[in-house]
C-alpha cells in the first residue's frame, strides 16, 4: 500500500471521521513547526505527512479509493479529477490526481475566529507548469493569502496564472473560495453575530448578568433588567462581525433567549406565586 496514513495519525481502519479528527489535532498540534524550534526540520517532515494522511482520511471518497488502492490508486487518477468548468477552483487549490495543502491544526478548528479577526495564511500548492521544451511538469508552490476581517462565505481569492497549464492552452487562474465553518457558540447572520442564550424563568422575571466572550476574547458583562419573554432579543450594537467594506465598523450582537420553565412546582410554591404575581398587573 505504500505509506500508511492510518499508521501516521494513529488510528484505526474502522476510525469515524470523528477519531481521525480529534488525533490529527492532537498531533498536529505536537509536531507544528513553530512548536519545535529546536530540530525545525524534522517537525516540518513530521507535520507534512501528518496533513497528508488527514486530507486523505477526512475525505470520504479519497478514502474510499486509497483503503481499495492505496497511495498510489489516489497518485495515478483514480481520485476524480474535476471538471475543466471548475479546474483549478476552490480552498487549498486545483489540478488533478492527489493534492494536499498542509493545514494548522488551529486553522481547521478557529476559522471563524480567522474570519473576525482577519489572517495571514500560507497554503502550499501543487501545479502543473510547461518546463523549457514544453513538456509537462509538476511544481510545488507557496503562495501567502491575507485574509481580511469580515469576509464573506463565496469570497474569491484570485492568483492569475497559477494555475495549471496545459499544452495548447494558456496558464489557468488559480482560486481561492473562503468557506465558514459552524462556531459551537455563534452564528453569523450577514455582518451581524447571533448567540442563543438560555435563561431561567427566576432569572427572565428578576434579571441575570450575562458574560459572553467575543470572538476576540474580550469578556462583555450585559445586564439584562427588562423582563425577558419568549422570543426577546437584546441588540448590542458595533459587537457583531466586521465590515470588510466599511473598516473600523462592525454589525451588532444578537442575544435571542430561550426561557427555560420548571418542570414541576409544589403546592406551596404554587401558592407563592399566586399570591406575589396576584399583585401585579398587565
Do not use: C
Request: glycine share 10%; no cysteine; net charge positive.
Amino acid at each position: 500500500m505504500g505509506v500508511d496514513y492510518y499508521n501516521i495519525l494513529k488510528v484505526s481502519r474502522n476510525a469515524t471521521e470523528e477519531d481521525v479528527k480529534k488525533s490529527y489535532k492532537r498531533l498536529a498540534m505536537k509536531w507544528h513547526p513553530d512548536k519545535n524550534a529546536v530540530n525545525t526540520e524534522q517537525a516540518e517532515a513530521k507535520f507534512k505527512q501528518i496533513s497528508e494522511a488527514y486530507d486523505v482520511l477526512s475525505h470520504p471518497e479519497k478514502r474510499q479509493i486509497y483503503d481499495l488502492y492505496g497511495e498510489e490508486g489516489l497518485k495515478s487518477g483514480l481520485y476524480p479529477p474535476p471538471s475543466s468548468k471548475d479546474r483549478d477552483s476552490g480552498y487549498g487549490g486545483g489540478g488533478r490526481g492527489f493534492k494536499f495543502s498542509p493545514r494548522d491544526a488551529e486553522d481547521i478548528f478557529e476559522d471563524l475566529e480567522e474570519l473576525y479577526k482577519g489572517s495571514r495564511r500560507k497554503m502550499k500548492i501543487s501545479r502543473v507548469v510547461l518546463d523549457a521544451s514544453g513538456k509537462p511538469t509538476t511544481v510545488e508552490e507557496v503562495l501567502a493569502i491575507h485574509i481580511k476581517p469580515g469576509w464573506k462565505k463565496g469570497t474569491k481569492i484570485t492568483f492569475p496564472e497559477k494555475g495549471n497549464h496545459e499544452p495548447g492552452a494558456a496558464p489557468g487562474d488559480l482560486i481561492f473560495v473562503v468557506d465558514e465553518k459552524p462556531h459551537p457558540t455563534f452564528k453569523r447572520d450577514g455582518n451581524d453575530l447571533i448567540i442563543n442564550q438560555k435563561i431561567s424563568l427566576l432569572d427572565a422575571l428578576t434579571g441575570k448578568t450575562l458574560n459572553i466572550t467575543t470572538l476576540d476574547g474580550r469578556n462583555l458583562a450585559i445586564t439584562v433588567s427588562d423582563i425577558v419573554k419568549p422570543g426577546h432579543e437584546i441588540v448590542i450594537e458595533s459587537e457583531g462581525m466586521p465590515i470588510s467594506k466599511e473598516p473600523g465598523k462592525n454589525g451588532d450582537l444578537r442575544i435571542k433567549f430561550d426561557v427555560k420553565f420548571p418542570s414541576r412546582l409544589t403546592t406551596d410554591q404554587k401558592s407563592d406565586l399566586r399570591r406575589v404575581l396576584g399583585r401585579t398587573t398587565g
